[in-house]
């Protein structure tokens, strides 16, 4: 299994454009789960989905932030407009029942 | 907020020592996990414990839960430079799998 697949893997854009994460979570696994790293703020939850269904998003920030999950393998965490205080690095992780999470490697977001 | 809070902030070792990081937490659990991060890297899980169990070993790994003290302990035992990392607990106390992450030990192994 190549674990959960993240893309892009860096991405810098200009304030006010749209970007879009990609993810792709491990086979069987049916919670996927977005967080943001920051110095200031650690790992916040953001949203997450079980069996491809939004079940808790309390934690994403503003209304220009949204996320999907179409199907059982991916799902997208989308900004739109992006500012500079999104600069980041976006997790994906996903699980199975019980299980510990697999984390990608991480979308680093730079917006200038 | 049931998040994790890790202590101390950061450990500075020599390779071969032992490292001890504690986590406290603030409401009740199913289980209690830690995570390791590389530099640069996504978060790879170490170990979970349930919340009726009080220790669990996984190698040179030794996990510790006191629910009465809400409170973990992970001990690494004989430390190599390789385990230079952060180290994170995480708690899920709704059984939905939704973890809260605290705020990391930054562990330094020196050789």
């Known amino acids: 299994d190549a674990g959960v697949i993240q893309s892009p893997r860096h991405e810098v854009t200009e304030m006010g454009q749209e970007v879009t994460l990609r993810c792709k979570p491990i086979s069987g696994h049916n919670s996927l789960f977005w967080y943001r790293q920051t110095m200031m703020r650690g790992l916040e939850l953001l949203i997450y989905f079980n069996n491809n269904v939004p079940i808790d998003d309390s934690g994403m920030p503003e209304d220009r932030f949204s996320a999907k999950m179409p199907n059982a393998s991916f799902s997208t965490l989308k900004i739109q407009p992006s500012e500079p205080r999104d600069s980041a690095v976006y997790f994906c992780?996903?699980?199975?029942?019980?299980?510990?999470?697999?984390f990608g490697s991480g979308t680093r977001l730079t917006v200038v | 907020s049931q998040q994790g809070e890790e202590d101390p902030q950061a450990l500075s070792i020599q390779e071969g020592e032992n490292a001890t990081m504690n986590c406290s937490y603030k409401t009740s659990i199913n289980n209690l996990q830690w995570y390791r991060q590389n530099s640069g890297r996504g978060l790879v899980h170490l170990i979970l414990?349930?919340?009726?169990?009080r220790e669990k070993h996984s190698g040179r790994l030794r996990v510790t839960l006191d629910t009465s003290k809400k409170s973990s302990s992970l001990l690494i035992t004989a430390s190599r430079a390789a385990d230079t990392a952060s180290y994170f607990c995480?708690?899920?106390?709704?059984?939905?799998?939704?973890?809260?992450f605290g705020q990391g030990t930054t562990l330094q192994v020196k050789p």
């Open positions: 992780a996903s699980t199975g029942i019980s299980d510990g999470y697999t």
């Open positions: 995480a708690t899920d106390g709704s059984n939905t799998g939704k973890l809260i």
């Open positions: 414990i349930r919340s009726n169990e």
